[in-house]
Structures are given as C-alpha cells and as structure tokens.
C-alpha cells in the first residue's frame, strides 16, 4: 500500500491551504484514514481522523479551522486548512488503516511540509 500527499507549501498566517493524500497497491479496503504532523522538536501528533463512515475527530488545536474529507471511492483523504497560524508549521503525514491478505496495518505517506508564515 503506498500513500502518496501532497499540496503542502508556503502560506502567510491566515490563508488556507489544502492537503490531498492518495492511496494505492493492493488492499481489500480502507478503515480509518487521517492526517498528523510532526514540528521541528516535538513529536507526532494526530490532527484529524475519519472513519470510512464518515465520522471524524480533531485536535483541539485545529477544530473549527480544519476540515477533514474522504473519497471512498478514490480512496483518498483531505485535509483542508484555513485560517492557518505558525504554530501550525510543520510535516503533515497521511494515514491510512488498509486491510490486506494478512490483517489489517496503519500506513503512511511520505509526509509534505506546511510552512505559515507570520
């Protein structure tokens, strides 16, 4: 399963952007899909979930700002990103809970950097 992001970039403090992650390979389906990030000295932290039913979940930090969306379909997840402030610089990562032949496994993708400047 490969998960392939991407619309990361530069954005001055305000702006919106929107993040796109892909999923691809073998897999009989998709669970849970999401986006984290990781700032410079700190460690992962989870900033949006979505079940394939749609539910989802937020980090404080982000609720009300953040919209998290899937495609099913597609079997993609995105992340739109508005009112961004610098304290949300950092690696965005997409996740996704992919059931293959052997079980059920989280994968990631290769990660896209936000930059918000002030």
């Known amino acids: 399963v490969q998960l392939q992001a991407s619309g990361g970039g530069l954005v001055q403090a305000g702006g919106s952007l929107r993040l796109s992650c892909a999923a691809s390979?073998?897999?009989?389906?998709?669970?849970?899909m999401g986006w984290y990030r990781q700032a410079p000295g700190k460690q992962r932290e989870l900033v949006a979930g979505?079940?394939?039913?749609?539910?989802?979940n937020y980090a404080d930090s982000v609720k009300g700002r953040f919209t998290i969306s899937r495609d099913n379909a597609k079997n993609t997840v995105s992340l739109q990103m508005n009112s961004l402030k610098p304290e949300d610089t950092a690696v965005y990562y997409c996740?996704?809970?992919?059931?293959?032949?052997?079980?059920?496994?989280?994968?990631w993708g290769q990660g896209t950097l936000v930059t918000v400047s002030s």
């Open positions: 996740n996704a809970e992919s059931r293959i032949l052997t079980g059920t496994f989280p994968y």
């Open positions: 390979g073998r897999f009989f389906s998709i669970n849970g």
């Open positions: 979505i079940t394939r039913g749609g539910s989802t």
